[in-house]
């Protein structure tokens, strides 16, 4: 019980730390779970090892960027709908997905061809973007509407980084894959 309470103080006076930390966690741990199925399980020859480059590049997003906009962007939509009211929450759900999350693959891709030192730094995003996004209304809003409904306020980063965990496991695939 101690230790819960622990947690608890340290989540109240640095959110925004512990937001990154644990997201920027599980964001790099469904990379790193994405190379273990394709590089060590899937293999049809002798596996191959972990790209550290890549788990960097998801670290930097997962870390960095990701979880300090989710902290802000949650905090006013928090701020701005309150309640849980059936109005509210399809408020918050549309504004979520319609609003912030064309913008969030947007900076994905760029980011990730940026560090990739890629010479087009649009390319991808623009051949991947729509099917991303499409893909995003089916897995974000079911997930964000038992978020918006059930999770507190002060968990949301974390509700959305474990969601995200699965998220980016699917966005990984994704990446993958030639458009």
Not at 73 to 78: A, E, F, N, R, T
Request: with cysteine; net charge positive; charged share 20%.
């Amino acid at each position: 019980m101690a230790a819960i309470n622990a947690a608890k103080r340290i989540f109240r006076k640095h959110p925004v730390i512990v937001n990154s930390l644990v997201y920027g966690t599980l964001y790099v741990g469904a990379e790193f779970s994405q190379q273990t199925l394709t590089r060590k399980i899937l293999v049809k020859d002798k596996p191959q090892p972990y790209d550290t480059d890549v788990i960097k590049r998801y670290a930097v997003i997962g870390t960095i960027i990701y979880p300090n906009v989710l902290y802000a962007w949650y905090k006013w939509l928090d701020g701005r709908y309150v309640g849980t009211a059936a109005k509210t929450v399809v408020k918050k759900l549309l504004l979520d997905q319609f609003v912030l999350t064309p913008p969030l693959l947007v900076v994905f891709y760029v980011s990730m061809s940026l560090m990739e030192r890629k010479s087009d730094l649009f390319e991808e995003c623009r051949n991947k973007l729509i099917p991303t996004f499409k893909t995003s209304c089916v897995f974000w809003l079911p997930a964000q509407t038992m978020n918006f409904l059930w999770i507190p306020p002060a968990a949301r980063v974390i509700y959305v980084g474990t969601c995200a965990f699965a998220w980016v496991n699917i966005l990984c695939w994704i990446k993958r894959q030639d458009y």
